[in-house]
């Protein structure tokens, strides 16, 4: 369960640094 959610957040850290990249050429 905790490897799971652990996973899950490294997924949501990941797009959300994509999303910054992309928010920044903007």
């Known amino acids: 369960m ?3 959610y652990h996973r899950l957040k490294d ?3 990941l ?3 994509l ?3 992309l928010y ?3």
Request: hydrophobic letters at 55%.
């Open 15 to 17: 797009l959300y640094l």
């Open 2 to 4: 905790i490897r799971l």
């Open 11 to 13: 997924m949501y850290y």
């Open 19 to 21: 999303m910054i990249r």
């Open 24 to 26: 920044g050429r903007l």
